[in-house]
């Protein structure tokens, strides 16, 4: 079968794959720089193509408690939405890890604090990866670099979702979400009945039979030592993610002597960067991570064996970088370049970032 | 190969489906694509562009500050983007309200008058389309069935008996552009 | 004559009541004289008579019936507060043929989740709202709720309810009542036998509309808080009868999508 490619923005191949993948639902709330998602999910009328149920609700803070309700039900379920509204849904979040529900979560960031701007931005890497709302949580997150990476990491996020019952958010950004590129689309898979959702999910809330005990979806427990206990739990779940779900990608980095550590849209003005450098004869290398929870700390450590030192390169004041700079054990210098509020940074500026904070530093 | 185009003007004048048209173009001859549209505070003043890159290879930054071309279609993005063009690149631009027409020696400028001609033949709306046409002319960097194909895919099947209409405006731009 | 024991009672033949099978072994949090556990005990028995235990999903709210699921033998989600409806929102839509409700306070649906439950409302959902409405916070210890009444003591407004600084008491009920997405609207109580037997009457109408689909049914039960109200049970229903009843009056609203003229 010949494959099928279409030019699409991040934000409509997202939508196009939540349906694609079999997902039972989404629901959301227009903002920009994510509103494609939503308007493309109405357009398709995905309950005739797959039965799935999309719904905008009255807020984010509804569309991720319906996330919840949906998850808890054994139910594939996504949302999606920038920076502010993804601040709103913080709460939800907590619950829906705390309740141990796999849920998919999109945030194509845009310029903070508050309203900010509605332009690129990669200032929600904390949030994101360090839990976000309240208590000791963490998603897998995981980073597209590229509208068919947007495409991909949605049956991705369900799969590592189910597979460990947390919810995976894709971190994107204003320029992966509104940037066409070429998408090879996957086939239709078929949505799963209530026989298999409820084999998948034994322990979902789709109606108590006589044969077994009632499925209770929470996350509380008033008692402090089993309420340490399910914390410890979820710690062991993390070990486990670090260990088997690091993803990353390697380029140029054989012969390199600089690396420049970038995720997202950052890494595709690296890769224009790092052309320039090593058009001026500097052996410059990417390590861009896929995953930045699980984070490729491994990678980074031994590569500052050989190289001479990271730049960074993110549109924040600076985040990612100390999770470098505690993979790099201070064995190299890490420095930071970024710039902020919805601009984007140039591979010219990049080059001098490197140039004057790394090799001249 | 590798082609990085900025497409700019006002906002109605076509700028992001021409982009769309000419991206699905590479990507219907085996192309790798990017289409990234501004949609910053810039929209708001009524100014649209749009980034347009056809590689061979796989594209690294679809955001540029250096253009091997750029396609030009009011006075504001004449002046944000001229010196935005590689030396040795290419300008193509629409003199329709144009008072301070490009100056730089170090690249090729072409202009096409689309807006008159449009105007006079009563078919604003493949207004973009000419360009379209004058920069294939310049640059054939994809083919003409490869155009049909990807203005096929762009357009809704609704509006498909409007194609015709697009491939005469692509010629008619092809026939117009002249280099200054 | 041979002395009577325990087991010559406990035979079939002296039945006259007994626990709903829907309702679990656990011994119940709830204070006494609370209304909660009757209110259990009727969605229970509803349940129970409708033989729709596995066709059962149910929403828990954060207040004092945050620990519902102890007590009901059924599939239950615990929400965040105020949030409910959006959960029963999409249960609902994604097993369409389930019975769904939600049990929530005042605080809960009429202060945190108000906009979660006026547009679950004015969705039309075809969910059942179990409202209990007893004018206080009373699992955080007697704080004052949306539907406090004008001068009614309570923690944070200790001199009474000043109309001027906090507000007025919300009837959300009658607010729900005039949205088009609700189809059956009414105000219980529980706090005699009559009434607790009119209550149970509107939770099994609330339930049965489900099989409808032609929105949602809210059933508000006011009740009492004698820990908050700081009132023994008994005075506390007198003080419910006096008080609440005229702000909170009772009775249907809303029946098969009309407004009741009164």
New interface residues.
């Given amino acids: 079968m010949e494959k099928e490619l279409r030019l699409m923005k991040g934000n409509e191949a997202v939508a196009e794959a939540a349906i694609r993948s079999g997902a039972d639902a989404y629901f959301g709330y227009p903002i920009t720089p994510q509103s494609e998602v939503i308007e493309y999910l109405m357009a398709q009328e995905p309950h005739k193509r797959t039965g799935m149920v999309v719904l905008q609700a009255e807020s984010e803070v509804a569309a991720i408690n319906m996330i919840y309700g949906a998850a808890a039900c054994g139910k594939m379920a996504m949302t999606s939405s920038s920076s502010p509204g993804i601040s709103l849904k913080q709460e939800g979040i907590s619950y829906i890890a705390g309740a141990e529900l796999p849920c998919l979560i999109m945030n194509c960031v845009r310029g903070g604090p508050g309203l900010g701007t509605i332009q690129p931005a990669q200032s929600d890497y904390f949030q994101s990866t360090k839990g976000g709302g309240h208590g000791d949580y963490r998603l897998v997150v995981l980073a597209p670099a590229s509208v068919q990476e947007m495409y991909d990491f949605v049956e991705i996020g369900f799969d590592l979702a189910f597979k460990y019952r947390n919810p995976v958010m894709i971190l994107a950004d204003g320029i992966i979400g509104q940037m066409m590129e070429k998408v090879e689309i996957g086939p239709q898979k078929v949505r799963r009945t209530m026989e298999e959702v409820i084999k998948q999910c034994p322990w979902g809330t789709t109606g108590k039979p006589t044969t077994r005990e009632r499925n209770i979806i929470t996350s509380l427990d008033l008692v402090a030592s089993r309420q340490e206990a399910f914390n410890l739990k979820l710690v062991k779940k993390y070990d486990e993610i670090k260990e088997k779900e690091v993803k990353y990608e390697l380029i140029n980095c054989d012969d390199a002597e600089y690396i420049i550590v970038a995720y997202g849209s950052s890494a595709r003005l690296s890769m224009k960067a790092m052309d320039l450098l090593r058009a001026k004869g500097i052996k410059t290398g990417i390590v861009r991570p896929i995953t930045l929870f699980p984070f490729p700390s491994k990678v980074l450590f031994d590569l500052a064996d050989r190289v001479k030192g990271f730049l960074t390169v993110e549109m924040s004041t600076g985040q990612m970088v100390e999770d470098v700079r505690l993979a790099v054990q201070f064995k190299k210098p890490v420095e930071h370049y970024g710039r902020v509020g919805g601009v984007i940074p140039s591979p010219e500026e990049i080059v001098n970032a490197l140039e004057q904070k790394i090799i001249g530093g | 190969m590798t082609e990085e185009i900025i497409i700019a003007g006002f906002g109605g004048q076509g700028v992001l489906s021409m982009g769309k048209i000419l991206a699905y173009s590479g990507l219907m001859q085996g192309q790798e694509v990017s289409w990234m549209p501004s949609y910053g505070p810039e929209m708001r003043g009524g100014t649209s562009n749009v980034t347009v890159i056809i590689s061979d290879e796989r594209i690294s930054s679809p955001i540029l500050t250096k253009y091997d071309t750029a396609i030009i279609l009011n006075q504001q993005s004449l002046d944000k983007f001229e010196c935005m063009v590689k030396p040795g690149g290419t300008l193509l631009y629409d003199p329709n309200g144009i008072t301070r027409h490009p100056e730089r020696k170090d690249i090729s400028i072409y202009k096409v008058a689309a807006t008159q001609k449009a105007t006079e033949m009563g078919a604003v709306k493949v207004f973009n389309m000419m360009v379209l046409g004058s920069y294939l002319k310049i640059k054939p960097i994809v083919k003409m069935e490869n155009v049909i194909k990807g203005l096929k895919k762009s357009i809704p099947a609704r509006n498909h008996h409007l194609i015709p209409m697009n491939e005469q405006a692509i010629e008619i731009g092809m026939k117009e552009v002249q280099q200054v | 004559m041979a002395e009577i024991t325990i087991k010559d009672i406990i035979k079939e033949e002296n039945l006259v009541y007994k626990k709903s099978k829907v309702l679990t072994n656990n011994t119940m949090s709830y204070c006494p004289g609370c209304g909660h556990g009757t209110a259990h005990r009727l969605i229970a028995e509803v349940i129970e008579e409708m033989d729709i235990?596995?066709?059962?999903?149910g929403?828990c709210p954060v207040g004092c019936s945050?620990?519902m699921?102890n007590f009901?033998?059924?599939?239950?989600?615990?929400?965040?507060h105020g949030?409910a409806p959006?959960?029963?929102?999409?249960?609902k839509?994604?097993?369409p043929e389930?019975f769904v409700f939600t049990y929530q306070g005042d605080g809960d649906l009429a202060a945190i989740g108000t906009?979660?439950t006026?547009?679950a409302c004015n969705r039309g959902e075809n969910i059942t709202i179990i409202f209990v409405n007893n004018g206080i916070y009373g699992m955080t210890g007697g704080q004052m709720a949306p539907t406090t009444l004008k001068g009614m003591p309570a923690s944070t407004c200790p001199y009474g309810r000043d109309i001027e600084m906090m507000g007025n008491p919300l009837k959300m009920t009658e607010l729900v009542s005039h949205l088009a997405g609700t189809y059956y609207v009414t105000r219980q109580s529980v706090h005699s036998p009559a009434n607790v037997r009119k209550a149970k009457k509107a939770i099994r109408q609330a339930f049965e509309n489900q099989k409808l689909k032609r929105g949602v049914s809210f059933v508000e039960i006011v009740s009492n808080c004698n820990s908050g109200w700081k009132l023994p049970p008994v005075k506390a229903n007198e003080w419910m009868v006096e008080n609440m009843f005229p702000f909170y009056p009772l009775g249907d609203i809303k029946v098969d999508g009309q407004l009741v003229t009164k």
Avoid: F, G, N, W
């Fill in positions: 235990q596995s066709e059962t999903v929403v945050v620990l699921y009901l033998d059924l599939d239950m989600q615990q929400a965040a949030r959006a959960l029963a929102t999409a249960i839509r994604l097993m389930k906009a979660e006026i547009h």
